[in-house]
């Protein structure tokens, strides 16, 4: 499976680290991840083991941003490697998520 | 000769009464069994040694005179049988000759007790002698345990080491030009030297060593080795390599088990040679006995702190090494003692690195150590390493493979409408650009520019999807519903893929990436124009705005259907 969820503080944050290609192939998958997730105040995207990002991937960045926000809560992209950081911040995505190393 | 049986500790124990006269052995045998021993008995010291061999005993009384085969012969042969379960013979005798008594102890017996006999000071002398008896045979297990467990133990590091030595083990370390000497403590190292190439030709080499020396420190050596060959292989460049065993480590060990570390690059393609130190001794670059360059420790350990933050691991470049030597060293070198407890110290290496004609460091240094540290034992495992530049230079290592970087060379993919819906080509395309190792620091970026590419080509130029389709959720799963339709319907149509790769051209430099579908085209003027086409938080049009801010230059070609992008790895615009 390309995306493992994982559970933190309690059940209050939501883990989904995403390994390989994060493109629009996961798009259900990742949709699926989080879909049903209830009392999560945290959504973090563990970029760890991604190998690479396109914009199929910002897109459905941004929808699990929508979904956090009607739950009124946050959404964090974990373990940034430099050239994935460098995406998100042409995409001026650092406005929009809490960017972590 | 078969050993006596061995005696069951739940069982009373038993005595072997040994005397010719039957009214001592009853007299014996009653005063034994009223105290719930188990007694054999024998008439004579053959049938004494015969009884032995049959039973198991726990303690011989045993008369010396008896005709045939007397006390003190009846004992060696006794002694003889028993392996190692210690039986005490007590003498049980009329002589008072202290010379025959002395004899006693001679033949091996434990004791004598003079006849007639007193109960009480037999009984005393039977306490003592099974007390003695069982501290023995505990003792004796003891022994035994502690024999096996070491050899267990040695045997497992053997094994250890034997897996090491494999996960370590890499033919660049055999590079011409390349030399080392490796010498644990213990059966197993904490230090560590891993050579291999990158796809570029570059060889990135690492001398580290962990905390602490045997079986703890070796604990960590193969899984980084194996992290590290696959990233060197993968074309990881030498920052993004450290930041990934920086954090490999931090994750995978205790806190206190860490790794210092020298990264050294030897980089034929730009004629230069890089090393980054942290906690290791320094590195030192040498030409005709004097020292160009020393590259001291400037960074924390590996496995330390949890800091990916870019540019913290920075190697540092000294350009055009001709005639120098680098030498590098784990602290077992410079940490050596003599007999009193003197350090060799980074000085006296470095006297001996510069003391030497050129290519005599190496040998200098080693012969000086081993002087100095005299009969000294080495107290921490002792690497050191030399590379003669100008060889490992020169050929690079591997000149075909090497020159990859350097190789001018353009490739074309041409996906028909059938293929088209059965493959993604993008993952090949990037698994070639890796191996043929174009700009592999830059392998996100330009992946992104390849699949933005395609992707326009694919789903606007032939498929002509509208991307508006996919704001919100519902229309993102709507949008590839039509894509897996479309695509399924396609009959007719192509993509072409052109990729020109030159890293070292004056005028052509970087990636040059063309992709060219058989779609009509589109107004690609309005997009060019256009800064933001569909706003920040829209789920479409951020592709191409990437691929704008990523690539030095982009040109469409009419009517639309053809775009051509170069990459360099620069800052973009």
Redesign the interface.
Known sequence: MAIQTRYEDDGQSLVLSVQG?F???L??DF?QAYKGAEGVRRFVVDL?DTE?????A???L??LR??AGDQGGEVILR?C???????LE???FQ??FQIE? | MAASPEPNPEEPDTFLVVDDEPVNVMLLEALLTARGFHVLTAASGEEAVERFREHAVDMVLMDILMPGMDGYEATRRIKALDRGGFVPVLFITALSDEQRLAQCIEAGGEDFVTKPINRVQLNAKIDAWLRTRALYRTVAEQRDALQAHQRRLEHEQETAERIVARATASPALEAPGLRYHYRPAAILSGDLLLAEYRPNGSLLILLGDFTGHGIGAAVGVPGLASAYYEAVARGADPAELLDEINERLYRGLPPEVFLTAALIEVDPRRCRVGVWNAGMPPVWLIRDGAVLCRFRSSGLPLGVVRDAGPGRRQLTYYDQPAGCTLYACSDGVVEATDGHGHMYSAEGVEAALTGAPDEAGFTALLERLEAFRAAAEPSDDTTLLELDLDRLLADGGRAAYGAAEAVHWRSEIVLDARTLGHINPVPAIMDMLVALGALEAHRQSLYVVVAELYTNALEHGLLQLDSSVKAGEAGFDDYYERRAQALAALEGGEIRLRLHCDPQGERDHGVVIEVEDSGEGFDYQRLLEGSDPAGRSAAFGRGILLVRSLCDEIEYFPPGNRVRVRYTGGEGR
């Open positions: 290609y493109d629009f192939s798009h259900k949709r760890r690479y990002m396109d914009s199929s910002l897109g459905m941004l929808l929508e979904f373990h490697s430099r050239e994935v950081r460098k995406i042409i995409a001026n406005r929009l190393d």
